[in-house]
């Protein structure tokens, strides 16, 4: 049985002029553009009801009848009874046309395509398609080629794509002409269910073109009633109420609104001012080069690029003129009629270009005069065979061709047989093979490639419209069209994502950039510390002379680096704790350091242990480093110096564990006329015990970590009023601000444990720990030297929680100290490294010290322990609630008086509740006004902020003074 579209020859005649060449039309957008009495018809200049040269007569017809392809027959309409032409857009199809096979097409008016009468012949290619007519070349589906094997016979057809069900894949699969209908929702999304508006992030969460509707715009106030804090709606906020996916698309763009005041029960967004919504492109038929329905595609439908009289995407390639529907299909591996199909009609009898050889080659194995037969009429021997081939030389062996073979048969005249195996060319057609042995593989305008002639179809981003959709880089590209990641909006009166809404997401409620405020919040009399139930005054008290304000007795300075004694090499690291960095690594000016305690300016003192000869002071003394690591000055203190400590006037004490003996060091005087430069010792009594650890305590004690007793004497006078204290356990020592002082334990294998200020004991169930130290808010850390962990124990004794060191960081952990943060840092004597955590015993990091080389660092290597407990100190905070879920906190600002040797500064904390402000980040602390809170991007979106206020002073008698406090923030 014939398939359907194998019929006749096909013969594809070019549009002409029959009376001698085609004219040249001028084009028209309207009758305005035309020189009268010609008028603008589909865009070109015609004489008003008179048939266009090449017609039959040129006698004047109806005023509508119009010959819009030049092939001179009318357009058939009601409005033009003498109209025959079924398809006035190519010129190929009017009455009397050659019926083309295989093209689904009417060529020749008869209200019949295909019909059954026609032929082809052997080799030649002609359209196929089994789907239904309408769907060929929509979407998906593709036209295919037939090859005819014989006189009206086509092969299968190849290549082609008939409709499927439509699956949510960005396709139009069914070849409708839409893309995933019924498949996605109304957000575009394959398979979920249909999205509901959220009210309170500011989105398009149904895709209706609506933001955050029938929603009170200023949802998000949480102000109770009794609470102190005022709701501000939004204004200038960005608003685009377009269809989904159209915002930031051709000329749609977003605009802005205002929170108004209704009465619905709440205020209600304004109108959005300034946007720009989808409208009809090309409106009156006349392209502008303008996106204006905002679907990513430029005047479809409505712009001729080439003038050939279609425009895209009915024409496949409106960049050529000879390309077109209705054009005339030539030999040149293009779809030249942009029917979907290649070449089809004009190859010869091999599938090949040209005519084949006129007459046929003997011996040769080939089809030289493409009849299907190799060698025909030649003579052979008898009994003799070879290898033959039916398709165009040069093409055996490539791709899916290959060779067949062929017998000589017959006694006196022998003559070829058939040629049997033989594979020859076929259409290239898009399924990953080459086809016509060319030796590429779905080459350009294979038979099922897309309208621009690629297979795969696939938009990649390069700049070019590979699915011939249109459009260029779409969903590949990010939205700004570029090969890039998608960009990020920022603060700066752009639309940076390219979504049509400028600076949206990132304005605060004011439409400003962050850190702009658009509130203040004033605290002007601090000293009212009852005035407001969540205000706290600690340690401060209203000035005499300054009603309302608050002020201070004592304090110290706060150091942001770590000292770490790198023993082995007789060195000290300093490292930025709020970075981990090593600043620098500089000698200890003695041998085996192994303490390190920060003063008030941030200088660091070192105790060396000295085994080689204590009794050398150039072998173990102890030294004053400034904040560069260069010597101040050296105190020649004989012995192994195991114990330094600093007290609240800043002279540093220092114990010796052979000697026995406490030394008292002035933190500031140095004699300077000898080499290098001595540090002046005030004084030295001689205790009876082995030093191990010295601290000094917020009452004025110096204590020392020793056995079978601990030594506490005052640093007034440290012989007259000392205390021996039975103690079996000794190593690290720390003291609290209550008072306590806590041990290690480590020698003689004991607890943890503590002295109450009445001298008894606290025992705790932890063993272990070598050095101690003790958090501002209460917490004991210690590091578990032969266990390898650093433990957090509670205030009352009990194990908070404990973390290994990580593999890879170091082991032995010796020494504990907390940073200005909060953090909790630990030195691993072997390996050169230093861990940190927080305090819930999470690993927070680990950094490099000198690695391999041995670090061994106890007493206050941070400073902390003096400016929280050692010194005194007072502070004021006051909490607030914004009334807003994600607020945007700008800066803190105040006015102090702060002489010499006072200090003022403030630490902010923000939290989502107001328990959690208790143990929350700290941002600062800040020393001037005012505090840039922008540089702790971890504050905003937190509802509570608490403003802490630390004064201190190294001076008796004079203290710091604060008269007024601000906050300024938005949402």
């Known amino acids: 049985m014939k398939p359907w579209y194998a019929v006749v020859p096909i013969v594809l005649l070019a549009a002409c002029d029959c009376s001698g060449g085609k004219t040249s039309r001028p084009v028209c957008r309207s009758s305005a553009d035309c020189e009268p009495p010609l008028v603008c018809v589909d865009g070109t200049c015609r004489m008003p009801g008179v048939r266009d040269a090449g017609g039959d007569t040129g006698n004047p017809v109806g005023p509508d009848c119009v010959d819009g392809d030049g092939d001179g027959h009318f357009r058939a309409s009601e409005r033009c009874v003498e109209g025959t032409d079924c398809d006035d857009r190519a010129s190929s199809v009017h009455p009397g046309a050659p019926e083309v096979c295989g093209n689904t097409l009417d060529d020749d008016c008869d209200g019949a395509a295909d019909e059954p009468e026609c032929v082809c012949r052997r080799g030649e290619r002609v359209v196929c398609y089994s789907g239904p007519a309408a769907t060929a070349g929509v979407g998906l589906c593709r036209r295919g080629i037939a090859v005819c094997q014989e006189v009206g016979r086509a092969g299968e057809c190849l290549g082609e794509r008939t409709p499927t069900d439509e699956v949510c894949n960005g396709e139009d699969d069914d070849c409708d002409g839409t893309v995933d209908e019924g498949v996605r929702n109304a957000c575009g999304v394959c398979g979920a269910p249909e999205p509901e508006e959220m009210c309170g992030n500011e989105r398009d969460d149904d895709c209706d073109g609506r ?462 006329t000898v080499s290098p430069p001595r540090c002046r010792i005030l004084g030295s009594w001689h205790l009876g015990v082995n030093i191990y650890g010295l601290a000094v305590d917020g009452a004025g004690y110096v204590w020392t970590a020793s056995s079978p007793n601990t030594v506490r004497a005052s640093v007034r006078d440290p012989v007259g009023d000392r205390r021996l204290i039975p103690n079996p356990w000794f190593y690290g020592i720390a003291p609290a601000a209550t008072g306590w002082m806590w041990h290690g334990g480590w020698g003689h294998s004991g607890p943890v444990h503590a002295f109450r200020p009445d001298f008894t004991r606290l025992d705790t169930a932890v063993t272990g720990v070598t050095a101690v130290t003790v958090h501002p808010e209460g917490s004991i850390w210690g590091s578990m030297y032969g266990a390898h962990h650093v433990v957090g124990i509670e205030p009352d004794g009990r194990e908070r929680c404990r973390a290994p060191i990580p593999a890879g960081s170091g082991s032995n952990p010796h020494g504990v100290a907390v940073d200005r943060r909060g953090r909790i840092w630990v030195p691993s004597r072997y390996g050169g490294y230093v861990n940190v955590f927080d305090t819930a015993c999470r690993h927070v990091a680990t950094y490099p010290v000198d690695v391999g080389q041995e670090n061994y660092s106890y007493s206050d290597m941070t400073g902390h322990l003096l400016r929280t407990v050692t010194s005194r100190e007072g502070f004021w905070m006051q909490d607030f609630d914004a009334g807003y879920e994600r607020p945007v906190w700008s800066r803190v600002e105040w006015t102090a008086t702060a002489p010499p040797e006072t200090g003022v500064e403030v630490t902010v904390f923000a939290a989502p509740t107001r328990a959690a402000l208790t143990g929350a980040m700290p941002c600062g602390p800040f020393r001037t006004s005012p505090a840039d809170l922008s540089v702790c991007p971890f504050l905003a979106g937190n509802r509570y902020l608490r403003v802490q206020f630390r004064l201190t002073t190294s001076r008796d008698g004079v203290r710091p003074i604060v008269h007024d406090v601000r906050a300024f923030w938005a949402y």
């Open 211 to 672: 933001t955050d509707e029938d929603c009170n715009c200023d949802y998000r106030c949480l102000c109770m009633p009794g609470e102190p804090c005022t709701c501000e709606p939004p204004r200038a906020q960005p608003c685009y109420e377009g269809p989904y996916g159209t915002g930031g698309v051709g000329r749609c763009r977003g605009g802005l609104r205002d929170c108004l005041p209704s009465g619905e029960g709440g205020p209600r967004w304004g109108e959005c001012v300034g946007q720009v919504l989808p409208g009809v492109e090309c409106e009156g038929g006349r392209a502008n080069g303008e996106d204006d329905d905002c679907d990513g595609l430029v005047d479809e439908g409505c712009r001729d690029m080439d003038g050939d009289g279609a425009s895209w995407p009915d024409d496949c390639d409106d960049g050529s003129a000879a390309v077109r529907p209705g054009a005339r299909e030539v030999c040149n591996g293009r779809d030249d009629d942009c029917n979907g199909s290649v070449d089809e009609g004009v190859t010869n009898g091999c599938g090949g270009c040209g005519a084949p050889a006129a007459a046929e080659t003997c011996d040769n194995g080939l089809d030289d005069d493409c009849n299907g037969e190799v060698d025909d009429g030649c003579g052979c021997p008898s009994g003799s065979e070879g290898t033959c081939y039916t398709g165009p030389p040069g093409t055996a062996g490539v791709g899916r061709c290959r060779a067949g073979t062929y017998r000589c048969e017959g006694l006196e005249f022998g003559r070829w047989t058939e040629c049997t195996g033989a594979v020859g060319p076929l259409p290239e057609v898009c399924n990953g093979e080459d086809d016509d042995c060319d030796g590429e593989v779905d080459e350009r305008w294979a038979v099922g490639s897309n309208p621009c002639g690629w297979c795969s179809g696939t938009e990649v981003c390069d700049g070019e419209d590979n699915d011939c959709d249109g459009r260029v880089d779409e969903g590949v590209a990010n939205r700004c069209g570029r090969c890039e990641p998608e960009p990020v909006e920022t603060c700066n009166g752009r639309d940076d994502d390219c979504d049509g809404m400028v600076d949206d997401g990132v304005v605060n409620a004011c439409g400003r950039c962050p850190p702009e405020p658009c509130f203040e919040e004033p605290w002007e009399r601090p000293a009212d510390c009852m005035a407001d139930p969540y205000r706290r005054c600690d340690g401060v008290v209203e000035h005499p002379d300054h009603p309302g304000d608050i002020t201070l007795g004592q304090g110290t300075f706060e150091s942001p680096f770590i000292y770490i004694a790198v023993t082995g090499r007789n060195e000290v690291a300093q490292i930025d704790t709020d970075t981990g960095v090593k600043r620098w690594q500089r000698p200890s000016h003695g041998t085996w350091p192994s303490r390190t305690a920060v003063a008030f300016d941030g200088s660091v003192w070192v105790g060396n242990r000295g085994f080689g000869n204590p009794a050398d002071v150039a072998q173990s003394n102890v030294v004053h480093l400034d904040l560069d690591g260069n010597l101040v000055c050296r105190a020649d203190v004989p012995g192994i110096a195991r114990g330094v400590a600093i007290d609240a006037d800043g002279n540093v004490w220092a114990g010796t564990w052979n000697g026995q003996t406490l030394y008292k060091i002035s933190g500031t005087e140095v004699d300077r």
